[in-house]
């Protein structure tokens, strides 16, 4: 069964850090880009950082760069999200997606990550 679970979501400080993680079964995430998406209360679904398959790039929103870093762990079969910094604003469902070309693509159910004092 093909899947896609993140977590590693929860409430923290601001300045605080979060490692998210998206784990895949039923194929392998190495094949596919994977995306990190979030979501906040009356807001549309955001881009916020991307590597490519076989980590061929990684690209982040401007909002997240120097903050957030993106990586994959092909033994686990899963990509991860390190939140450093985290701001009032990265408050949001977090998602992730894999892409490959031909197959379409796969989302998670989201991971709730809320940033307060």
């Known amino acids: 069964q093909v899947q896609l679970v993140e977590s590693g979501g929860g409430l923290v400080q601001p300045g605080g850090s979060l490692r998210l993680s998206c784990a895949a079964s039923?194929?392998?995430?190495?094949?596919?880009?994977i995306g990190w998406f979030r979501q906040a209360p009356g807001k549309e679904r955001e881009g916020v950082s991307c590597?490519?398959?076989?980590?061929?790039?990684?690209r982040y929103a401007d909002s997240v760069k120097g903050r957030f870093t993106i990586s994959r762990d092909n033994a686990k079969n899963t990509v991860y999200l390190q939140m450093n910094s985290l701001k009032s604003e990265d408050t949001a469902v977090y998602y992730c997606?894999?892409?490959?070309?031909?197959?379409?693509?796969?989302w998670g159910q989201g991971t709730q990550v809320t940033v307060s004092s």
């Open positions: 997606r894999a892409y490959r070309t031909g197959v379409g693509y796969y």
């Open positions: 590597i490519g398959a076989s980590d061929s790039y990684t």
């Open positions: 039923g194929f392998t995430l190495d094949y596919y880009a």
